[in-house]
């Protein structure tokens, strides 16, 4: 019997209390400069980012940002990815952005990456935005969504590189977070269960089909 395919779906950072969601375009695109070293780049911004005196961002970046996003929605993959490469090349040049607007610029990029096929090098800087992530979630509650974001992308990530035993962790957790989230606030209930069907998905990757019910 013929398994009915999964459809998977991705987050990228928005500032709404939900999260939009993307399918992962795998269409023929215009070819695109290499990606940067997106792993050493965030490595850098962990180093180098000072616990204050944090630099405001500019219209013409956030305007990048956003227009990264709005092309993702119109599925202009390869737009979307250049847009988002010249939000990394000012964060790069500029070390005291805010870490959450840093972490969000890399959840984006990881989606846009994988969105054109460059599932390895999405990685990378999936996995820097979770590490930004972590020292924040516990003081600033905005970054909880952000890393539950980041998760649930890292296990979709690693399980597109075949690696689905390691897919699941982060997965699991970002549905807890997404369930503490939910507690108090209702609006995060269609996270939460996007964040479950992932996990439904993964289960059953790892023929665990019971628990995956």
Do not use: H
Not at 137 to 156: C, D, K, V, Y
Request: aromatic share 6%; net charge positive.
């Amino acid at each position: 019997m013929t398994r009915p395919r999964s459809r998977r779906r991705f987050a990228w950072c928005v500032a709404a209390p939900l999260a939009l969601w993307m399918p992962l375009s795998a269409g023929a695109l215009e070819r695109l400069p290499a990606a940067p070293d997106v792993a050493a780049a965030g490595e850098g911004w962990l180093a180098q980012t000072p616990p204050g005196g944090e630099l405001a961002i500019p219209a013409e970046v956030q305007g990048w940002f956003d227009g990264a996003k709005a092309a993702a929605a119109k599925g202009e993959a390869a737009e979307a990815l250049r847009l988002q490469k010249q939000v990394l090349a000012w964060l790069e040049a500029n070390p005291k952005a805010p870490v959450l607007f840093k972490a969000r610029a890399l959840i984006n990029l990881g989606v846009f990456l994988s969105g054109v096929g460059q599932r390895q090098e999405a990685l990378a800087p999936t996995q820097a935005a979770v590490q930004m992530l972590r020292p924040l979630a516990g003081s600033q509650p905005e970054a909880q969504r952000f890393l539950a974001m980041a998760l649930n992308n890292l296990g979709i990530r690693l399980s597109e590189l075949g690696r689905r035993q390691e897919a699941l962790a982060p997965i699991e957790e970002a549905q807890r977070i997404y369930r503490e989230l939910a507690k108090t606030n209702p609006a995060f209930l269609p996270d939460l269960a996007d964040s479950l069907n992932n996990l439904g998905i993964r289960l059953s990757e790892l023929g665990r089909r019971q628990e995956a019910l």
